[in-house]
Structures are given as structure tokens and as C-alpha cells.
């Protein structure tokens, strides 16, 4: 049997010594703050097991972790029809998000970068009787904790500065593929990226993927199919122009978001996130690949 | 000596007779319903003499060809500088334009593609008391016409639906490249689209760029050098992804706008606009382009 | 217990009596003439037995298959200098390779485009004293089999019509990224894609990279690390621009060929062989595609 | 009246106390020996005067310049079907002119780009009976100067180490777009750019296009229509993707080369060739565009 709680430990040791910890996000003013030698870890067995290091009671902006989230709920609500107006193919596009956008007439190349995930707030604001509201509560649910929240400070710090955001609304809405309103839509987008939780609540509210749908509770919230389907998007397109590094170092499915938080799992087996807020240059936190390699490369534990 | 009238009214003959009209630009709801069998020429020689056909004295959304105007405002409040915030360069993209402002970080190609003319009106805004009165100012006192003015209710329809500008307008303030707020920059754009002139107005408006930098009442608004910079810029950038074309078939500096006028001109020796609603492909007058290649075909007038 | 011998049969009715079958590669004219109604089955399980149906005794040529072949022999040789000369990133790139290739300086997104493949066989070609014969030893080895053989016909054929391969080359030739001569790599390249291979050799060539490095003999080729990383790179850019689409339906990472071959694997479980010369618009096996979805849809057993 | 010589020798003074003055072209090694501090001007008026500085009787490698002329006789020959092949539009490409090729189904954006210049010489390989000494030929006799020879080492350096037009010349042919075989369009290519001649010979051979058709001996080798036509191409096409800045700091059609020459005229007025091997990032030469810019600026003398 593995000793889950000394390779955490083994991991902190040797990731908290590492000098280069990357750059916190500077362009969210309320994430800049951060300290960026916070680190901590939680796993959670599918077996109900629970290991955590360092601060990972602490909570973090979950930020684009949320789009598997809203990616979920929206999958939930309207099914298939979701691939009408967005496409499954990683971007693989290090430099220009919009450019892609234009060239293949504003449909985005996938739910998990930007452009994707406004439209499925879109799909969300259409459905949704109280939108911001029921997708908390959605995410409470499906994390058993009713004291996840908005940050509302973080939120209206993005809308003030979120200029390639409104770029990417408003190229999408001269496509046609947005039907709300622009502000409504961001409101809603910001609102969702601005979540706070810490790195337990994290591994609770993505047990779902691991488990074939059912929560920490074994209430069935997916199918299995649409897990597969959940779980192979974040595997090709979670991590930015990363995803291939992060597949090949790690080999989990996961979502990173410019908190510094990224959770992983293995189906059937474990959901783990860590927390450390400084980032490489491509977005994704620095601390927190290499601990997640350290993880599959300890634990021999990965998809493939 | 060449008989201008009779030239003008063998294009007319000509031009009208043909079947292909072109599509009138309907992504401006105001400028959808005019007709599009309308079409006329103005041409006002350096020597004072002026020759009409068709249409020449309806007034058209001169769009685009505004651009020539604020771009040659800002040069006279700026000089140089101008090109800290824009380049010179063709686009050469029939497909994306926003992709090239991503590509080269926030500088647009030149000053008379969208996302350039903005970034002219954020410079006019900035250095103007009262922005859409100065401006409008100077387009009547270049023109010897102070009946000239906006059409607000093209502005406001342009406003309600231009949403590819506030893409271009957002994506510029990411970069940093943008110091007024969005909405009142492309207020003020939309404003200096809308001014409605008819042939004879424009090829007034454009006599300056004929005549050294002087206006049809012989002031001097512009020095040589700057006229020739300008007349360089509409020669290779003039006519979106046309310019090649329009600078191999016609042969003149002259730029085209969505409601279908093109001004040109040939350095001391003439002005020329035409006026036909409907557009090519590219977004030119289709019309308006086969008149003026054979103008210069017959006249054997160019700067070639 | 799973009936795999009934599935197999349930996929073989329902996928051949599909009307479109796509269309046969008529690029490379030795491939043009092959029957488009072709198709088969091989499925190799962990445990040791094996199901098939239809032609799956029957050749097809590898093609693209054998990057993955090329790459495990290169691994081996070099370790991780290979990422030195390429990515391991998604092209993501429906329409250009090459641009990717100029925007990037030479360095391929990745070991399994023509691009990234050309520099492979350059690195083969420097490291094997036989390059030709030592790579084909190398897959009958890791096969059980010495009748596997090149078909000098196909890549004579692709040879004289590869003009896309020769541009590849020498643009990697104009940045550096090729050390040997362009046609002696690409006879190189051109030869190991023409490999002639049935769908019960390639899920005995492939049982290495589901069975932690041992191939059916039980001999260790790969390490274990070596396999969870080409596993990656399989399901993240195994299937050109439909990796995110093969991910998101079939789960399981994989390869593709122009020859309409498709194999698959799961770790720890199996590997599995379709053959369908009809190919889709992004140059993958059409019916191969179905087939696999029905499989792992039906079975349940996905990497997700 | 203008006193050329003065201005001429001004320019000289003030050209050659610069400091930068660029970077040899190194990847073609025979021209990577070229003195960086050459310097030479010819001036050739409409009117028959002549006049000189510096180096400018010293023979230079035209190479791009070439392909100017290679238009021009392939116009002659194929007239407007040149059209059906490539483009007449800038290609604004700082970055890779191949992405451009394949994104365009293999139509060059313009003929005065590799691309373009390569189909230019396709077309001629198959309309001249001895293509390079035919090509030779028409050169002499629109320059009345019979001694104009290839450089048959430059020619054979660059055979041997110019990759990237190996390749835009296979994807060409992968695009169908090259109706004769790459090594023999290519030898074509690379013996018309080794063109040696000095600026005197280059002020003669681009008499035509300053004078409507005709050469220095009044014959008429081109119609009016087509020097204006090819006089467009230049101005919007012949500086790479620094046209726009030629035009607007000079405002005249003209073509540089790597060699480090560039020739320019002014219809019905002048042609003008300089030479100084140095090149600026965009692979013109740098003194040369300053030399240009000073003669236009001091004699006010350009097409706008």
C-alpha cells in the first residue's frame, strides 16, 4: 500500500524549496496581492480516504477551474447541443485566442478557454431561472458545502480590467454566437471565476468525475458518458497551450485556473488540487505541475 | 484636350447598364435600404474646373473615407508621434483583422483599417476640446461647406450593432493602446462614420491632398511632406484587401467606405468621387471601382 | 465477463452497412486503388486473448501509424534530447502545418505530424548504423514477426508526389532542424510509412505501450515513465486536428494512418486494430472512428 | 532648375557618415563577402542627362530586383492569364511568407514574393524555347547592354543552400501550382537573381517603366497599361513587408534586393538605382532607403 500522507509530505518538502516559484497573475488587481510562497495540497480516494499538506484549507480563487463547472451544468441542461456553438479540439495556440476565433467564424475551439466558457455562460444565462445563484448553489451541491460564495471584490475587479474579455464577447456576439447581452453574460462569467475555495472543497466538487458521475454523497449527477466526454476535454484542453505538457508530464485530466489552483484526477481512483499562486508564463501554477508530476511519477498512478 | 463631360457620361452609360451591382452593406441596419441602383460622379480638376453625372448631389454615410479626414487631423495635432500607436503597412488579410492586432500586440497595421482609425479617434479625443464639433468643424472648413454634418441616427445604428468595433476597441485597451474609455471613443467614431456628404462635397473635401495641403479657397492646412504621406498611405492601404488591386486597375491614392462612395485623386491634377451602394466582396464600391478603372484607362491619367 | 467475440460482431453489422464510408486517399496513387469496403478488426487483450472480424488478416499500409513506431525507437536512442528539436503540444491546425512550423521557427508542435515525424527519421537516420533495416528489425521485434516488410511501391510512389513532405524538409532544413540530407531522410520517411502491416500486427506491435513496455513476450523495451509519456502524446495529437474529437468519443489514446488503419490501446487492458480505407475530411478512418466509439461506448472501458 | 549632382553628392556625404548601416545578407555565402560600406548612386533623367556617385559603376547581384523583370517578360508573353496563378496584393507578412501560400491553396499573394517569382519563372521555363539565355537576352536588350551576364557561383550558392525556396517550390507543386519540375524552375530562379549589373545598367534596364513602354532607344517593349500596371505592383508589393513604409517615406514604385541594390522611378521623370549592401531587419537596404527618402524629400519629386 502506498503511504499517500508521506508522499505529500515528500512533495511539500521538495516543491517549497524550489527558488523559481513563478509570478503571481498581476492583471486581476484583487489577485495580485497573494503571497506567492503559499502551497498546500489535498487528496481525496475514491475509497473516502483524505490527505492534505501545507494550506490547503486556505481559500483560493478557483477562476477558470469554474469552467468545467459551468462546462458541466450547461452539458447537464441542453446535452449535445452544446457542440452546435463550440467545438471540442485543444487551441494550441500559445499567442492569440481572438485570432482563432476569427478564423473559424466565432466558434471557439473548445469550452476551456475563454472564448468557449463565455458562450457556455451564455447557454447558462438562457437557462437558468436565477443564474448566479443557481449555479452556486449547483456547486455547493455537488461539493456538499453550503458555504462556498461568490468573491464579489474579485468579480468587479475583472470587470473593470477584463478588456480581452469584453473583446472576446463582443467578436462572438458579431458572430452570432451569443445571445444575451454582453454585460449580462460577463457579469455572470465574472461572478463564476470569482468563487472561492480551498484546495478540500475542490477535491469534493470534482469526486464527480472520478466516480462516474456520483458525488462524495453517491448521488448520481452525471452520466458516465458524460464524464468520458468531461474528462477528455480536460485532458486535451485544460491547461492553455500547455495541455500537451501536462499530459505528457502528469497524465491526468485536470483544469488549471490563474489562482494558482489546479485539480486532477484519476477515475476510479483519486481526485487531488493544489494551491500555490505564482504561475509559469503560460499561465498555469509553476509549484503546482510539479508537484502534481512528483504525484504520478511517485505514485506510478496516471491514466496511461 | 480631353472632353471630361463626355468621359464622365460614357462611364455612366457604361457603368449603369451592368447587371452585377454588388449587395448594399446590410450589417448597417440605416444603410441597408438605400437604393442600390444609385450612382454618380463628381470630378473637380486642380484648375477649378468641376464635371457631374448621375447621383452626385445625394448625400451618402461617407464611412470609411472618414478615416482619410481624422487621420489627417491627428497628424496635424500629433505629427509623428502618431506612429508610436500604428504602423504604415498594408494588411494584405482579406479574413481577420483582429488577428493581426493580437499577432503584433495592440499596434494596428495602419491608420485606415478599424482598429487603426479607433485608436485615431482615441488620439483626436484626447487632443480635441470638444471632439465631434472640432472635427466636424474641419471637415466643413476643408470643404468650403458648413452644411456638412452627422447623421446621428446612422451613429446610433452603428452603436446598437457594432459589436466587431467594440471587439477591436476592448482588444486594443488590453494592450494598452487605447487611453479614452471604449464607449466614448466609439461614440465618437461612429459620429465621424455618419457624416453624410455627396460627391461634390467629397471631392472638395479631398482637393488638399490634390493641391499640396491647399484647400479649394488656396489655405494651406497641410505641408507638402504630410500630403505625400497621406496619399501614400491611401495608395497602399486604402481599399482594405483591395489595394493591390484597386492601385494595379485604377492606379490613384483614394480610399472607399460601406455606404459606397470612393474619393481618388491625382496630385496636381484632380479630385474624383463616385458613389454606388452596392459593394464587392472586399466591402468596395463595385461600381464605383469598374468607373474609376476606366477613368484612368480613357483619361490615361494616374500616378503610374 | 464481457463477450469481446460479440461486440466485435455487433460493431462489424452495425459500422458495414454504414452508406458513407469516406473517401480513399487518392493522394498517393498506390494507395488510390485500394477497395474502400474493406474492413476489420483485431482486438489483443492484456490477459492474452485475442478477437477478430472481418479483414483484419489482411495488409494495409501503416502510414502515419508508424510516427508512433519511429518515435519509441528514437525515444530510446536519444531520451529526452528529442525535445530539444520538437514540442509535444496539440497543432490544433485544421487548415496550415506549416505555417505552424515558419511561426515557430522549425520546431514541429509535435512528434506526430509530417514535421515533427521528419525530424524523428533525421535523428534515426544519425543514430542507426542501418537506419532502413535496423527500424524495420526494430517493429518485428517488438512485434513477434519477421514477415513485416516495407512495400517499396508505395514509397516509391510517395517519392514522386510527396511535394508536401519535400516542402516540410527543406523548411526544416532553412531553420536547422535537420542534420542529413532531404532525400535521404525522406526516403527514410517514406519507407517506414509504407510498411504493410494486418490489424493482428499492430495490436501485437502496440501491446508494448499497453502493457507498461512488454511486448507479448514478456521482454521490456520501454520503461514504464517512456510509456506513460508516448500514451500522452498519442491521445493529445495522435489524431491531426480530431484529437480533441477522438478523446471526446473513443477515449483511449491512439494513431491513425492515410491507409484507413486506426490502433487504439488501454493501459493495463488491451489494444486494438480497425481498418477502414474510407477516410473523414481530417484524413482519419471513418468507419474506424465508429467502430471505436461503438467499442469503448459499449464495453464501458475508456481511459476516462 | 534642380541641380542633380549637388543633391546627389549631399545625399552621398550624409548617407556614408551614418553608422548602422545594416547587416550583409549572410545566408547566400558568395554574398556574404560584399564590403558593407559600398556606396553608389545613378540618377537617369526622362530627359537623357545622367548622373553618378560613388560605387555606383561597380557590379552588384540584383537578385530580387530580377524578378521585376521576370514579371515584365512573363506579362508579354501570358498577358492577364498571369492572374489565374497569383495575386496583385501587398502581403503584409513580416513573419512567413509560406503560412501565406498554404492558407491561400497555393496562390503567391504577389508576383514580387519568392512564391510569386518562382510561378513568374514557371511560366517562363515553359513559354522560352532556351529559357535562361532567352530571359538573358531580354534583359540586355531593354538595358542596350550586351555584357549583362549571370553570376554562375552565386547562382550555384544559392542552389545549394537555399531551403526555404526549395520549399515554397514543392508546396507549390503540392498545390498544383508549378507546372514544371522544382530543380529546373529553381535553376531558372537562381541564375536570374545572380544577375550582376551596376546602377547605370539598372537605371537603363528600368527606363521602361519610367517611360511609358519604351527604352532608352525608343522602342516600345511594353504598352502604356502594362508599365502602369506593373508600376502599381511595385509601389504596393516591391519592399516586402516594409512597401508601406517605402511609399510612405518615399513615395515611389520601385524594388530592392538582397544584394543590397534598389531601383526607383518616377514616371514620365526619372530612374534611379543606389547600392549599399547592408540590410535593415526587413532585408532592404538600409542606406539605400535612406538615400531614397532624401532625394525625394530634396527634390519633391515623387508620385503623390
Not at 509570478?23 to 503559499?38: F, H, R, S, W
Not at 471565476?193 to 472543497?201: E, G, L, P, V, Y
Request: aromatic share 10%; hydrophobic share 40%.
Amino acid at each position: 500500500m502506498l503511504d499517500y500522507q508521506a508522499i505529500l509530505e515528500e512533495i511539500y518538502e521538495s516543491v517549497t524549496n524550489v527558488e523559481n516559484k513563478g509570478e503571481v497573475a498581476a492583471y486581476i488587481p484583487e489577485l495580485a496581492n497573494v503571497p506567492k510562497d503559499k502551497f498546500g495540497i489535498n487528496l481525496q480516494l475514491i475509497t473516502g480516504e483524505n490527505y492534505s499538506v501545507g494550506d490547503s484549507a486556505e481559500k483560493l480563487s478557483i477562476q477558470s477551474i469554474s469552467k468545467v463547472l459551468s462546462l458541466t451544468k450547461a452539458f447537464q441542461l441542453v446535452g449535445n447541443k452544446l457542440w452546435d456553438r463550440m467545438d471540442v479540439e485543444p487551441s494550441g495556440n500559445p499567442f492569440n485566442h481572438l485570432s482563432l476565433l476569427e478564423l473559424e467564424n466565432g466558434i471557439p475551439r473548445n469550452p476551456l478557454i475563454n472564448s468557449g466558457a463565455i458562450v457556455v455562460a451564455d447557454i447558462l444565462l438562457t437557462h437558468l431561472k436565477n443564474p448566479k445563484e443557481d449555479f452556486l448553489n449547483f456547486v455547493r451541491e455537488i461539493s456538499h458545502d453550503h458555504t462556498i460564495c461568490f468573491n464579489n471584490k474579485v468579480a468587479e475587479s475583472e470587470r473593470l480590467t477584463g478588456y480581452n474579455n469584453y473583446a472576446a464577447a463582443n467578436l462572438l456576439k458579431s458572430y452570432g454566437n451569443l445571445y444575451n447581452n454582453v454585460e449580462d453574460v460577463l457579469d455572470f462569467y465574472f461572478h463564476q471565476c470569482s468563487i472561492a475555495m480551498d484546495c478540500k472543497q475542490l477535491t469534493n466538487a470534482f469526486f464527480v468525475y472520478a466516480n462516474k458521475g456520483k458525488c462524495l454523497k453517491n448521488r448520481q449527477h452525471l452520466t458516465a458518458s458524460q464524464v468520458k466526454r468531461i474528462n477528455a476535454i480536460m485532458l486535451t484542453c485544460g491547461f492553455y497551450d500547455e495541455a500537451g505538457e501536462f499530459a505528457f508530464e502528469v497524465g491526468l485530466p485536470g483544469k488549471s485556473g490563474v489562482g494558482g489552483g489546479i485539480v486532477a484526477l484519476l477515475p476510479q481512483c483519486f481526485t487531488i488540487a493544489t494551491w500555490a499562486p505564482g504561475l509559469n508564463p503560460q499561465g498555469n501554477s509553476y509549484l503546482g505541475m510539479q508537484a502534481l508530476e512528483q504525484f504520478t511519477t511517485k505514485t506510478q498512478l496516471s491514466i496511461f
